[in-house]
């Protein structure tokens, strides 16, 4: 009988990522509120601009937080119900509290984007800072 021989197993590559989300890696946030306040794009899908803009306010205080406005013109129907009135920072992370008092978590990628924790399910979330 004849063997073939087997070539060595060689390590096969990362599946792809999940479709929607971050494209880059999570780190510690080291700024402080007065660096997250501003102008940002909200996005979807692999940083898809959705046409939103999110502006959060340094000195204006909102239910829990920070007050944090959601531009009139957005069309995008989950982030419109949802509709974030406040803002917060600790431990690293950047907390979105809606207009029903439910929260939502982000955490810092190293491109400068917020991401929702996808721990928390649901849709990919993202901010950039215009």
């Not at 982000?106 to 950039?128: A, Q």
């Amino acid at each position: 009988m004849l063997f073939r021989s087997q070539a060595p197993l060689q390590a096969q590559p990362a599946p792809p990522a999940a479709p929607g989300g971050p494209t880059s890696q999570p780190r510690p946030f080291t700024g402080r509120a007065a660096d997250i306040a501003g102008r940002y794009i909200i996005m979807r899908e692999s940083n898809k601009d959705v046409g939103c803009m999110l502006t959060l306010f340094e000195q204006a205080r909102g239910p829990g937080g920070f007050r944090a406005q959601l531009a009139p013109a957005c069309r995008d129907n989950g982030i419109v119900v949802f509709d974030p009135l406040a803002w917060s920072f600790g431990a690293g992370r950047l907390a979105l509290t809606a207009r029903k008092g439910h929260k939502a978590n982000f955490i810092y990628h190293e491109d400068g984007s917020w991401w929702k924790d996808p721990k928390e399910g649901g849709k990919p979330l993202g901010i950039r800072k215009m």
